[in-house]
Structure formats: C-alpha cells, structure tokens
C-alpha cells in the first residue's frame, strides 16, 4: 500500500506517520500520542489498516481506516472493524465513534456496527 506524505506546516512531519508511531507533540491537534494502529493481513499481504484511540474504559474512537484498492469490495474492512470490536468489549469500551466517516458510507458502515456512534457535522 503507498501512501502519499501528507507534511504538517506547523512540524514539517509527516501526518501519517505521526498517527501510525503515536508520536507525541506539545500542539494539541499535532498530538498522537496514544493511538494504536490495527492491521490485517492475508497471506503477509496488507489489506486494511485502522487507527484506534482509546480515551477511557468507555469510548473509543476510529480516526482512520483504509483498505487496499485490491481488496476493496471483499468485506476485509468489516473483518478488520469486527475483530476491533471483540477486541474493545473485553476491555469494557462501550462506544467506537467514526468522526471522520463520508456521509455516503455511513448507512452502510454504522447497520452492521451496532456499537458505532457518529459524531456531528
């Protein structure tokens, strides 16, 4: 999977990869600190990548998620989303919030996560 840099003007830092190695900034909307990043893989082959951050026993939130051009249209992404859910209820989270979510997949995404929550426009 390429990426195409996406350079902060405040830090000159790549965006992408401050979000994927949680790297820690004094600015406050520059400040990844604590994001987990999710992978799933077939046969050692990236096919979707999510990125997590957990605030409390309670919510969590799903900045960013990504699936191959190759993999698109297998239902990869629901198996990714899947597992995270599993994965936050044996840890007591109640919500997973999607802020970023396009409004013309949002039906499609939220019917089949009873636990997502929007944020509003």
Do not use: W
């Not at 109640?94 to 997502?116: D, M, N, Y």
Request: net charge neutral.
């Amino acid at each position: 999977m390429r990426v195409e840099p996406s350079e902060s003007v405040e830090t000159g830092r790549d965006f992408v990869e401050d979000v994927i190695f949680s790297r820690v900034s004094k600015l406050k909307r520059l400040n990844f600190g604590g994001f987990y990043t999710m992978v799933l893989e077939e046969n050692e082959d990236l096919v979707s990548v999510a990125t997590l951050r957990v605030y409390d026993n309670r919510v969590a939130e799903m900045p960013l998620v990504a699936t191959t051009f190759r993999h698109r249209r297998r239902g990869m992404c629901r198996v990714l989303v899947d597992e995270l859910e599993n994965n936050l209820v044996k840890l007591g989270v109640e919500k997973l919030v999607l802020p970023s979510l396009l409004p013309q997949l949002r039906h499609g995404i939220t019917s089949g996560f009873p636990a997502c929550q929007m944020m509003k426009e």
